[in-house]
């Protein structure tokens, strides 16, 4: 049956609207005068950024209220409170609660909640020139802010990440009434309000300034380029270019998620993207389902660690860390396409064990013609990497100018073909124009779960920075027992156990502003084979990243294994199982790169240097994933197992072999014993599998 003819799956298509945007959008009942709403505000927010980022010059605190009224008022516009199915309850009582479909109830705390946002901006010189000392005013919209801003957050993205910042808050004030091991001196209501609404420590802090400056155009850009075509593309130029090999469907998977992710940083929204056309597909060849659906969902996770977006977390890392968006891009390219090359191993070995074969020609799109039908959305994305790494110009310039171009291919594409084809001009160009306006009305819904993250989080930093950071500092030290390897263990887990209920943003946010500056602190004590060990801020930080992302397919929770088994019509637990055994190869990363900083290339700016690195940890991630799997080129017996955990860790960090015998500087010849082993270990189980073969024959 060709590719064309495989139709997404009807549960795919039943969860794309409710799991695309449970990262970050909307998910609400949009009928009505809703969706009229919806669409005008959306739009508007979208020309507003677009505006921002060109010709419009606003003061930064500005851009950031106005980009949280936008967000918030559409998340009351289109969540209502609670939603109960059945109907039992009394027709008033439903009014009250909202539920089942927005009611005035939500449109007047949608108006209030934006003017709260507002509120900064309406009062911006008194709030100034009483910095510290809100008046009593101050205090009533600052409350009524918070609380609103909790409860937009609990409907759009669920309840933990309220609950997690209510607690922060409840420390802030019970902080002098506490145990002596807990306790710290707290904040008066004045002074929480100043820090929470009037400052650009609290909720108008760095990771808000993020959304509304950076990652909005991103997400902007990704929706315009998946609307135009473009994810249909890179699909189907995956098929065309992998599929023939064996296991090729799942290959091609790992590709089109990779493609995909790259421009939409958003695991949930690639999964049901690209998972409706992908996991039917590996199913016809021969993948299992709950396979199926676990490459999908490891593969979209690992989206987001892919360059040149790497979702929202990246731009607040770059704010972080204090270095300019490209530098974050260069320390995660190895451990991203290193991660993406160890999962397309995977497929390789699983289609091995299974005795899988590839798709016929026949049953392949030609490659070279669908090259060249969807040669132009390649032009924008070069468009971006040529602004951020050849220009050296800012994220925020880079993606404004992507977007600039690519509205040019949307609205003159249809144009073009009326042209070639000689039909109507006015209606093609009409046609565009129509694409390019929904594309900017869902670039604005698609953020609204976004905003709302970073300014909620923006509350658990501004809390931190109350005092409350330096006491639950100490506190996960006293934890640790000093011990690095202990921190990291904890971190890895609480991330993990967060990731569970919240999005990767903020997720990481918490981590990082607990753990990332003791992770640094800790390692700088270390000695290891006689050199200090000391951990760039930047390693810390991508640490904390990897494993909150790694949250979204780890059982209970895992939303992404959630809608991929959803489209697989497969056990959720068993997918996110699945799917959490091949992500264990990008867990591995994030531990080598804190102790071995070549893999994010600190202090490496040669290109072949960097490519031989690249190589060496593909090699070690295969090594690993070989281990993991229990099959390299043929099932593995101990001995096999042992020799490549030896080659993972020596592939991976050189110097914890080199060290013992060698100067730490000529650490690059644990490279060669690493290749050795595996070389040693291909040569005796093709020796045994010559073996089997001559003696069943």
Not at 238 to 260: C, E, H, M, P, Y
Not at 457 to 479: D, K, P
Not at 541 to 556: E, K, N, V
Not at 558 to 582: E, H, K, M, N, V
Request: charged share 10%; hydrophobic share 55%.
């Amino acid at each position: 049956m060709p590719y064309k003819n495989i139709q997404p799956s009807p549960s795919g298509d039943d969860y794309r609207e409710k799991l695309a945007a449970a990262e970050h959008g909307l998910r609400g009942d949009s009928v009505g005068i809703t969706r009229i709403i919806t669409f005008v505000l959306a739009l508007c927010w979208s020309l507003f950024q677009l505006a921002s980022a060109s010709f419009l010059l606003l003061d930064t605190v500005y851009i950031r209220a106005i980009h949280l009224a936008f967000a918030i008022s559409l998340v009351y516009f289109n969540i209502p409170m609670i939603k109960i199915a059945g109907t039992s309850w009394r027709w008033d009582l439903r009014i009250l609660l909202a539920m089942n479909r927005v009611t005035i109830l939500d449109y007047l705390l949608g108006i209030i909640a934006a003017f709260c946002a507002l509120y900064i901006v309406v009062d911006y010189e008194g709030i100034a020139s009483r910095a510290g000392v809100p008046t009593t005013r101050d205090i009533i919209f600052g409350f009524m802010l918070v609380i609103l801003l909790l409860e937009a957050t609990r409907r759009v993205i669920g309840p933990a990440l309220p609950v997690i910042a209510s607690l922060f808050i409840v420390y802030v004030f019970t902080g002098p009434h506490l145990p002596d091991f807990l306790a710290f001196k707290g904040a008066s209501l004045s002074r929480f309000i100043s820090q929470m609404t009037m400052d650009t420590e609290g909720i108008y802090g760095v990771p808000l300034h993020v959304s509304a400056t950076v990652v909005f155009l991103f997400v902007l850009f990704g929706t315009m380029l998946e609307r135009a075509g473009g994810g249909n593309f890179f699909i189907q130029l995956a098929i065309s270019g992998l599929g023939r090999f064996r296991g090729g469907a799942a290959k091609a998977a790992v590709l089109g998620s990779a493609l995909t992710g790259v421009v939409s940083g958003s695991s949930i929204a690639n999964v049901v993207t690209t998972g409706t056309f992908t996991i039917p597909l590996m199913k016809k060849v021969g993948y299992p389902a709950h396979k199926a659906a676990a490459v999908e969902v490891a593969s979209s996770i690992n989206g987001q660690l892919a360059p040149p977006v790497m979702g929202a977390a990246a731009f607040i890392i770059a704010e972080y860390v204090n270095v300019p968006y490209i530098e974050v891009a260069k320390a995660a390219a190895i451990p991203a396409f290193a991660a993406y090359a160890g999962l397309l191993w995977i497929t390789h070995v699983e289609a091995c064990k299974l005795g899988l074969r590839g798709l016929s020609r026949a049953e392949l799109p030609p490659f070279w013609k669908t090259m060249r039908e969807g040669l132009h959305f390649l032009i924008p994305i070069g468009m971006l990497l040529y602004e951020l790494v050849i220009m050296q110009h800012s994220a925020e310039l880079s993606v404004f100018r992507a977007i600039v171009v690519l509205a040019l291919i949307m609205l003159g594409e249809p144009l073009a073909l009326a042209i070639v084809h000689k039909t109507s001009k006015r209606r093609a160009f009409r046609e565009g124009f129509k694409t390019l306006v929904l594309s900017l009305s869902a670039g604005g819904s698609n953020m609204a779960g976004v905003a709302m993250a970073t300014a909620s989080a923006g509350i658990i930093v501004g809390c931190v920075s109350l005092g409350l950071g330096q006491q639950i500092t100490s506190f996960v030290e006293i934890l640790s027992g000093g011990n690095i390897f202990l921190l990291l263990l904890i971190t890895a887990l609480a991330s993990l156990l967060l990731g569970m209920g919240l999005p990767t943003t903020a997720n990481y946010i918490i981590m990082a502003s607990l753990t990332a500056p003791i992770l640094v602190q800790l390692a700088s004590g270390i000695v290891v084979h006689g050199v200090a060990l000391a951990v760039p801020l930047m390693a810390a930080h991508l640490y904390c990243f990897y494993f909150g992302i790694l949250a979204d397919d780890t059982p209970p929770v895992g939303l992404a294994a959630y809608a991929a088994a959803a489209i697989a019509d497969t056990s959720p637990i068993a997918t996110g199982i699945q799917g959490f055994l091949y992500d264990i190869r990008t867990a591995i990363l994030p531990l080598m790169f804190i102790f071995n900083h070549d893999i994010i290339l600190w202090g490496i700016d040669s290109v072949p240097e960097a490519l031989f690195i690249f190589g060496m940890t593909v090699l070690g991630c295969m090594a690993f994933a070989s281990l993991t799997q229990g099959w390299f080129i043929a099932k593995n017996s101990l001995l096999d197992s042992i020799l490549l955990l030896f080659s993972t860790f020596i592939m991976l960090y050189p110097a914890l072999f080199t060290g013992f015998f060698l100067p730490h500087d000529e650490r690059y010849w644990g490279y060669a014993v690493g290749m050795a082993v595996m070389g040693l270990i291909a040569f005796m189980q093709h020796t045994r599998s010559r073996q089997a073969q001559e003696a069943t024959a």
